[in-house]
């Protein structure tokens, strides 16, 4: 069955500084993997996906991930921290292999989240 | 938030009541999904839908009923309320059939069973 992990509950960064939220995930095809953020009082919304293709994804408000097939992990990286990138990050794995009943190729499923707080 | 509505956006209820909570989308996206938020679990799937009458049980269906009567709407019943159920609700949207599409989310409903 397909799962994805975050390892991390919280991660404190200072502003400026390049900062990591890590995940792993764990599929039985090629996965495709998400990253999502969470302002408080408010939905997720989408940072970048990985399909295939370049390991090296670029996504919303300078946030990029690397995709390693070997680690399986899909880090959710930023260079340069600003305190408004706290919040709650959600990454997320689709399983190719896992067709649903509507003949898409399955569901999300999101790991636990990790809270990110950038002090000035 | 992509054209995606919940209603209501907060609701208290009583221990054993009925509880409907409405997702209406104007993007015309074939998937709909409910999910709920809670502290230590992260977002888990309840029920999901492909089309028109068309749904499955996701992870954590039990307790909890969907409709699908219209492409816009998506309606998630709690069919009789309890403390577990006290949670942040999610209805999301997605073009689907490809698996790199990318879903969309509603700003959520805060359901507090007392």
């Known amino acids: 069955a397909q799962s994805v992990a975050q390892p991390e509950d919280q991660v404190n960064v200072a502003e400026g500084n390049p900062l990591t939220v890590k995940c792993t995930y764990s599929v039985s095809g090629n996965p495709y993997l998400f990253w999502y953020v969470q302002y408080p009082n408010r939905g997720l919304q989408f940072l970048l996906k990985?399909?295939?293709?370049?390991?090296l994804v670029k996504g919303s408000y300078g946030f990029e991930a690397e995709f390693n097939k070997s680690q399986t992990s899909f880090h959710l990286k930023k260079p340069s921290a600003l305190v408004s990138d706290s919040a709650l990050y959600f990454c997320a794995v689709r399983d190719p292999s896992d067709m649903n009943y509507g003949g898409s190729q399955g569901n999300l499923i999101f790991g636990k989240g990790t809270k990110l707080s950038v002090k000035p | 938030d992509a054209g995606i509505t919940q209603s209501p956006r907060h609701k208290v209820t009583e221990t054993g009541t009925p509880v409907t909570l409405r997702c209406h989308q104007t993007?015309?996206?074939?998937?709909m999904y409910w999910y709920r938020q809670d502290p230590g679990h992260g977002l888990r799937l309840i029920h999901y839908s492909y089309g028109v009458k068309d749904t499955d049980k996701g992870e954590v269906s039990d307790g909890y009923s969907v409709s699908r009567s219209k492409t816009e709407d998506f309606l998630l019943t709690l069919e009789s309320a309890t403390s577990s159920q006290t949670s942040v609700y999610f209805c999301?949207?997605?073009?689907?059939?490809?698996?790199?599409?990318?879903?969309?989310f509603g700003q959520g409903t805060r359901l507090t069973v007392v």
């Open positions: 990985y399909i295939t293709g370049d390991n």
């Open positions: 999301a949207i997605s073009e689907g059939g490809r698996g790199g599409t990318e879903a969309f």
């Open positions: 993007e015309n996206h074939r998937y």
